[in-house]
């Protein structure tokens, strides 16, 4: 497969696209689907219709007898409403199939967004990093002018050192920290894990108007795939208790013969037609008893495993909506607050020390402090597109999409029938 061309900066719907296209376990999922598929006119289909002959060898030649064979043809047909419940069957564990990919799909997505913001964070913070360096440096040409003066110890040249092989060391793990994100996002894509990419776009996006939670979690019941296949499963349950219950009744096969078995030499007429049934006698109880027995326990475990994915459902949107919430105030009190302060805190610090009205030491934490707090801006930034990329899994869709309709159409399942 050739690999792909992102341009000059590489998005999330850019990653997206590429493993939604390339990632080998969508492959599979689809693969899946398709066999699944493959059943339904398996199960519905009759049986071939079976053709027997005989011949008795003593007739052949005999004086006393004409040449006697016999020929019949049969077919077997399932008592009415079997072969529908084994479609209904087949249709729903299909539907299943297919709303188990589409979560896949929708758990991939957020892994790519998780990534990228990996991606992201590492590369801002080696930004970051830079900018403290060459700060650090200009620091450093202060403290060594005031100590060429007399106007400064050479503790403080010395202290600027020091600060900057911490600013270096920091840069190792940042750059470790952005070559494990591209190799995530390069495998994630199916591509080589050393794979070069562009870098990342310079900002996220901000953040969005969020729904409220009851609104989200209307969604989520609604529109979840893994609870839509689970009621694709429940249909298929009771399609299968159904059938079990239509096994106390009998199948029939019909069956056509001509027939000349023994007849007189003097007898004119060679062959006989015949007609009949056959049908099987369901008295034996005992396995048929036990296979309503367990298909009611499954379809009563699958309820059950729906209602308790239900309530799990409504506690995560719960959850993950008051995680963006949190995020999004973050970013806000960064943006307008922490930071506008942390920077002016910094130019209060480099003026008062050129004039001699604080210590070295004092600038270097006022500098300290605003990589930090720059650090924890991203990564505020960056928490955010993680958890509303968890909220969008959760609840089944993107945010923006208020309505959303299964991947997979449910079949209609017929009501259980049968006799005890």
């Not at 590492?122 to 202060?142: P, Q, S």
């Amino acid at each position: 497969m050739r690999s792909p061309s992102f341009g000059a900066e590489l998005t999330p719907d850019a990653v997206i696209a590429q493993v939604l296209e390339r990632n080998p376990t969508l492959a599979q999922m689809a693969a899946a689907v398709h066999m699944a598929a493959s059943r339904y006119p398996q199960v519905t289909s009759l049986d071939d219709p079976t053709f027997s002959s005989w011949v008795a060898p003593a007739s052949l030649g005999s004086n006393k007898v004409n040449d006697s064979a016999r020929f019949e043809l049969s077919q077997k047909f399932p008592f009415p409403g079997k072969r529908e419940l084994r479609g209904d069957q087949a249709q729903a564990q299909t539907a299943a199939a297919g709303f188990e990919l589409e979560d896949a799909k929708l758990k991939l997505v957020e892994s790519v967004r998780a990534a990228y913001a990996e991606y992201f964070l590492a590369v801002r913070a080696l930004e970051v990093n830079d900018e403290g360096l060459k700060l650090l440096g200009e620091f450093r040409r202060n403290a060594e002018t005031r100590y060429q003066t007399g106007q400064g110890p050479q503790q403080d040249v010395l202290q600027a050192d020091v600060e900057v092989g911490r600013q270096r060391e920091a840069r190792l793990g940042l750059e470790r920290a952005r070559t494990v994100a591209i190799a995530r996002l390069n495998t994630l894509m199916s591509l080589p894990p050393e794979a070069p990419l562009p870098p990342p776009a310079k900002k996220l996006k901000d953040p969005l108007p969020l729904p409220g939670v009851p609104e989200l979690r209307a969604r989520a019941l609604s529109r979840r795939p893994d609870l839509e296949a689970l009621k694709a499963k429940i249909a298929s349950d009771q399609a299968a208790l159904a059938l079990a219950q239509k096994e106390y009744y009998p199948d029939v096969e019909a069956m056509a013969a001509y027939d000349s078995f023994w007849q007189a030499a003097d007898d004119q007429q060679r062959l006989r037609p015949q007609v009949g049934l056959r049908l099987n006698l369901p008295f034996r109880t005992g396995r048929r008893d036990g296979a309503v027995s367990e298909a009611s326990a499954q379809l009563a475990q699958r309820r059950a495993s729906l209602a308790q994915q239900e309530n799990e459902v409504a506690f995560s949107v719960q959850e993950t909506h008051a995680q963006v919430r949190e995020s999004e105030q973050a970013i806000k009190l960064y943006a307008e607050t922490i930071l506008p302060a942390a920077r002016e805190n910094v130019k209060s610090a480099q003026t008062a020390y050129v004039t001699g009205r604080v210590p070295f030491l004092t600038l270097v934490e006022a500098q300290r402090s605003l990589v930090n707090l720059r650090d924890r801006a991203y990564l505020a930034a960056a928490d955010y597109e993680r958890r509303v990329a968890t909220l969008e899994r959760v609840v089944g869709g993107t945010l923006s999409s208020p309505t959303g309709a299964p991947a997979v159409p449910l079949p209609t399942p017929r009501p259980a029938k049968g006799g005890q």
